[in-house]
Nanobody, 118 residues
Framework: QVQLVESGGGLVQPGGSLRLSCAASGSIFRVYVMGWYRQAPGKQRELVTA???????YYADSVKGRFTISRDNAKNTVYLQMNSVKPEDTAVYYC????????????WGQGTQVTVSS
């Protein structure tokens, strides 16, 4: 079992910045992917960004150049730095952990609300 605890959400004005964190505890895996998903009202959950245990990253086109994912292995924590936020970034953000194992295992954080509004 892996527990994911998110923090850092809140209200921010357009153009502002916010940093989300996701702290993992419990079972550890050698090979994994951690990422951030978001879900806005009336829309499907979408992958925002991800980072592999090897350090490779992925960004959705909608956030490329504005958001940065990073990881602190010593703290078992992944971060999402959100810069130049837009109203369309408003959503519940979920941290996700996926092990590259047989079978693969997946865990989710509790979600944190990010609201971008003036």
């Amino acid at each position: 079992q892996v527990q994911l605890v998110e923090s850092g959400g809140g209200l921010v004005q357009p153009g502002g910045s916010l940093r989300l964190s996701c702290a993992a505890s419990g079972s550890i895996f050698r090979v994994y992917v951690m990422g951030w998903y978001r879900q806005a009202p009336g829309k499907q959950r979408e992958l925002v960004t991800a980072i592999t245990s090897g350090g490779s990253t992925y960004y959705a086109d909608s956030v490329k150049g504005r958001f940065t994912i990073s990881r602190d292995n010593a703290k078992n924590t992944v971060y999402l730095q959100m810069n130049s936020v837009k109203p369309e970034d408003t959503a519940v953000y979920y941290c996700n952990f996926r092990s590259v194992s047989v079978p693969p295992l997946e865990y989710w954080g509790q979600g944190t609300q990010v609201t971008v509004s003036s």
